[in-house]
């Protein structure tokens, strides 16, 4: 009985850290390439400042964009976002409010000592309409009159021949805003399952087809639990 | 149970090699083009250049660019997966050569590459990915090596428990960091394999004495160690610890002739390493490995600030955040709350060793020996940073610079949260760390799944 309950024990173990990992919402897909994190810098927006930012979408059924800011503030600071088709037709018209961004440090979305912890930023999604396409214009505007710096990220477009043809803001015309752009519908990422093994088998060794990747991540799983019930019940002079 | 730690490891190593997306290991296109370079080419590299990977041969840029790694920033990148692009095709023989012998690993010298060469030539006639991966498995043979070795040193280091040792040779194994470094084509995986055959003989000789023997067998393997990267040299700084702790004092007379005689064996392979190290840089025509100099105020008050500033952010990422798990070029992290446990479990681990060693009079050699070992190579290794600032204002350290102090690290940590353990819970030590190690390492490669390819 208690080796049947070490087995569940080890199970149930590998289990919930897998399934913490495979019930993550993530998103349909994500846009590709787009924050360049060797030239980012802060961008701050006093009241009353305006960003525009064309905003090349890279697949169909966008679902939002997905904007990292900084704000201290004691109340919210706001923006009126506006989304303007590749036609010229206003897409979106709404006003956002932009909570402090600070997070305890040890429950930050992002604990990787990336830019983004050390900034303690947040990410602000927009919602994009599903049937945008093309290319979508953004336009930033702050309309509250707290006192402190509301803060978006920029990062430099790069020289030539690099070959960079991202647009850049229009009030800047060396920079381009740091966004993430995000497509489909979210879910948890157990259900993307089918996105990711044909991706990771386009660019896995030649003698590692499907799906000896995939069974041996099983074996390595199987040997922890394994090897977690055998040393549980080893004789106590082995301990 | 060494062969449950070598299959693993050999599982281990494919199942990593298979994940990260070609190039994506860190410097990897530099150190796969020393080796592509040395068979096509026929020569080693000469100089090391910001913009080293102008010349590389037009099969490796070419084939990073179509997993948009371009010269310019790769730090942001992902592969294009679901976006259109402009495909490059490069399969010409001409494309396999390089147009100048310079590489940015050119400091080091080419044992690594050489023996890597065989991979290589067994899949030569395929295209440049496949060669690449073929490459890898050479690292993936080290880190297996380097799994066997951790076991034997994991042996000598808890003679009293054979599953602690078992248990601190899989965590060694399933490191995510070191699964990372053992799994791409870069020279750390030659580093992590003989430092682990340098920690086997080091906790070994502390229990059964160093003799003249010995002595040669750890100067080989500390030169073998600089010749995979010049840091490995700084494992000379433990033979003292070995003299001190691991030998019985003499009468002087006797003290003095066996220490010249042990001094004189360990230090003959090291020169001669450092030796051969400068005759392939004399060949090659490297100057040094060093980074030049440049103007600007960076001293040592900025070197500590960089690393006080944001909470000791910087601290954090060298040792929490890209020390255990953050992949490729730092593209692929950990949930924040697998950091904060790490954190806490070392911080942990650390005081329960410290603790130990104030009250186990029976170990407390050992744990300070192992002490030592972490952290004397550990605290030149940022010395050499620090000088590297100051003289250049480059920052040059990440958390995988340190793995080579990875084994004495783990034995701290065991031993800490054995003393932190009441005493008859102390039988789930061993698989609880087996099974938070394997548990860590399959959430590392879900992470890298969803981060690469989702």
Redesign the interface.
């Known amino acids: 009985m208690r080796r049947v309950i070490a087995w569940a024990v080890g199970i149930a173990a590998m289990t919930g850290v897998s399934a913490a990992m495979l019930m993550t919402t993530v998103p349909g897909d994500r846009g590709r390439d787009e924050i360049n994190l060797v030239t980012i810098h802060e961008l701050p927006l006093p009241s009353g400042g305006v960003l525009t930012q064309a905003v090349p979408l890279q697949r169909a059924s966008p679902y939002d964009i997905r904007l990292p800011y900084h704000w201290r503030g004691q109340r919210p600071a706001r923006i009126q976002v506006q989304l303007t088709g590749a036609d010229g037709v206003l897409l979106a018209n709404n006003v956002e409010s932009l909570g402090d961004s600070r997070a305890p440090l040890w429950l930050q979305p992002f604990g990787d000592g990336s830019i983004w912890q050390h900034e303690r930023a947040a990410f602000r999604s927009i919602r994009l309409p599903p049937t945008a396409g093309g290319s979508v214009v953004l336009r930033l505007t702050r309309i509250d009159q707290e006192p402190g710096m509301l803060v978006f990220f920029a990062s430099d477009r790069l020289p030539p021949p690099s070959g960079d043809t991202r647009p850049t803001l229009v009030e800047k015309p060396s920079e381009f805003l740091d966004l993430e752009t995000e497509y489909g519908t979210p879910g948890r990422a157990i259900a993307k399952t089918p996105v990711y093994i044909p991706r990771l088998h386009t660019l896995t060794p030649p003698w590692m087809p499907f799906p000896v990747p995939e069974l041996l991540l099983g074996l390595i799983a199987a040997a922890g639990i394994y090897l977690f019930t055998v040393l549980l019940f080893s004789p106590p002079r082995s301990r | 149970m060494w062969i ?1 730690v070598l ?2 490891a050999v ?2 190593g ?2 990593w ?3 990260l ?2 190039w994506y290991g860190p410097d990897e296109a530099s150190h796969y083009a020393y080796v592509q370079e040395l068979v096509e080419n026929g020569w080693l590299p000469r100089a090391t250049d910001a913009n080293a990977a102008l010349y590389y041969p037009p099969d490796i840029v070419c084939s990073e660019s179509n ?2 790694l ?4 790769g ?9 259109p692009m402009a495909p490059c095709s490069a399969s010409s023989p001409a494309d396999r050569l390089g147009s100048r012998p310079i590489n940015a690993a050119a400091g080091y010298s080419p044992v690594y590459y050489a023996a890597a060469v065989p991979f290589y030539l067994l899949t030569r006639p ?1 295209a440049v ?2 060669r690449l ?2 490459v ?1 498995l050479w690292s993936v043979v080290l880190g297996v090596l380097a799994a066997a070795f951790a076991y034997l040193a994991a042996r000598w280091a808890f003679p009293e ?4 040792a ?2 601190a040779a ?1 965590l060694f194994t ?1 490191q995510p960091m070191n699964s990372q470094q053992t799994a791409i084509v870069n020279n750390d995986a030659l580093l992590i394999a003989v430092t682990a055959a340098f920690w086997w003989r080091f906790f070994r000789a502390l229990r059964v004495g160093v003799s003249a023997r010995e002595g040669v067998v750890l100067g080989g393997l500390i030169g073998l160690a600089y010749l995979a990267k010049p840091q490995g040299l700084f494992l000379a700084a433990l033979l003292p610890v070995l003299y001190v702790v691991g030998l019985p004092r003499m009468p002087v007379r006797s003290e003095m002739s066996r220490l010249g005689g042990l001094a004189a064996a360990a230090a003959v392979p090291i020169i001669a390493a450092i030796g051969i190290g400068r005759i392939f840089s004399q060949v090659a025509g490297n100057t040094s490995a060093l980074i030049p100099t440049a103007p600007g105020v960076h001293g040592i008050s900025q070197y500590l600030s960089v690393y006080s ?3 000791f ?2 601290l ?2 060298i040792w929490i ?2 020390f255990w798990g ?1 992949f490729g070029w ?1 593209q692929v ?8 446990a790490i954190a806490l479990a070392v911080a942990a681990g650390l005081a329960g060793a410290v603790w130990m060693a104030a009250r186990s009079a029976p170990l407390r050699p050992v744990l300070v020996a192992a002490m030592l070992a972490y952290l004397v190579p550990a605290a030149l290794i940022q010395l050499l940073e620090a000088y590297t600032f100051q003289s250049s204002g480059q920052l040059i350290l990440q958390g995988r610079s340190f793995l080579m102090v990875l084994f004495p690290l783990l034995v701290l940590l065991i031993r800490g949260w054995q003393r932190l353990l009441p005493a008859r819970a ?7 760390v ?2 938070a ?7 590392s ?3 890298m ?2 981060g690469f ?2």
């Open positions: 449950a299959g693993l599982a281990k494919l199942v090699s298979a994940v997306p070609p997993l948009d371009t010269l310019y920033g730090f942001h990148a992902e592969p294009p997966f679901g976006i395929l990915e496949a991966d073929s890898r428990s054979p599953y602690l078992f248990s899989v399933v500033v944001y909470h952010e910087r954090y990422i955040t890209s953050y730092f992290d950990l949930p924040s709350l697998v950091y904060v102390s039988g789930l030590l061993a698989p609880a087996i099974l190690g394997v548990g860590l390492n399959v959430i490669v879900l992470a799944v969803d390819y989702g």
